[in-house]
């Protein structure tokens, strides 16, 4: 019987190594989509300040023109001073300069203040690109990571489930019945260690003469509260 539990319990051990590691399995595509997510975001926001500031320049380079086309107006009315016959039309034609000029002047404010926009824009995006192109760096670094893991994890998982095999067939199969239906019903444990008189499955104190038994690990005991098959690991330690 002692074999047979120590065998067991290698087995429990495997099974309950290749749980976590379907667990991990299941996790990796699931972290490497957040990872990419973030990094669409970031690139999002990026591309959206750029068109930004491709409209401003737009704006910009409207503005120019159209003040570039006033400043002809100006001159061409200048032009016409030499043509002007009274005092009234010099007037009117003074008068209408005065209010182009006006316009133009605001319109060169403008254009600085869109200019000033778009230097704080391109201040902010190379700021941004820049850590981008870290965060960048550090995902791809994250998800080469995951990928080893993951290829790691494709040999030790290949080897347990060889071991689990061999183990199968030493263990007796009624044994074995025990142990699945106590795995199924038990959150994957069906066999237990016990330390200090208390159960590492469900917490519970077992008698001290049950105790005493389990140390021998020479008969199958199962735990009164949850019923698994009890196993003395040795003083403490874990391994
Ligand atoms: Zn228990």
Known sequence: MRDQLELLWELQKIDLSLKSMSEERDRYPKEVKKLDENQNIESERIQKDREKIELLEKERRRK????????????????????????????????????????????????????????????????????????????????????ERMA????????????REVLSKQIESKLIKLYNTLKEKRQGVGVVSVKQETCQGCFVHVPPQMFIEV?????????PNCNRILYWEGDGKTS
């Open 152 to 163: 790691q994890g494709d040999a030790v998982w290949k080897q347990q489930v060889e071991r």
């Open 64 to 147: 120019e023109g159209h003040l570039n086309m006033e400043q002809e107006k100006i001159k061409r009315a200048e032009g016409r001073m030499f043509d002007v016959k009274t005092n009234k039309e010099y007037q009117a034609l003074l008068s209408e300069i005065e209010g182009i000029k006006e316009a133009n002047s605001r319109e060169e404010e403008e254009i600085l203040q869109v200019m000033d926009e778009i230097d704080e824009l391109k201040k902010d995006l190379s700021k941004r690109e820049k850590e981008m192109a870290i965060t960048v760096e550090r995902i791809e670094a994250e998800k080469r990571k995951i990928q």
């Open 215 to 223: 140390q021998k690990n020479n008969s199958l005991i199962r735990c």
